[in-house]
């Protein structure tokens, strides 16, 4: 789909896009299975898995983590 299939959405203000992209986002995610991996993606993910069960100790907590992207939420 581009724009000229859904020519409203050259309509709506940034935040109605704003809303609408993270609908889609809640959407996609309430179906975690159906999100294709590529290969090379899904080689990383297991390399990163191996790494942590490996050393599980390094790293950062959620919370941590989660503090230090705050400031993207603002």
Known sequence: MNSTTAPALRDLSFSE?????EDL???LARQP??????????AEL??????YRANPAEGSSWDDAKRRVAWLRA
């Open 17 to 21: 896009k704003m809303l609408l992209v």
């Open 25 to 27: 986002r809640d959407e």
């Open 33 to 42: 299975n159906d999100i294709p991996l590529s290969a090379s993606v899904k």
């Open 46 to 51: 297991d390399r990163r898995y191996a790494d």
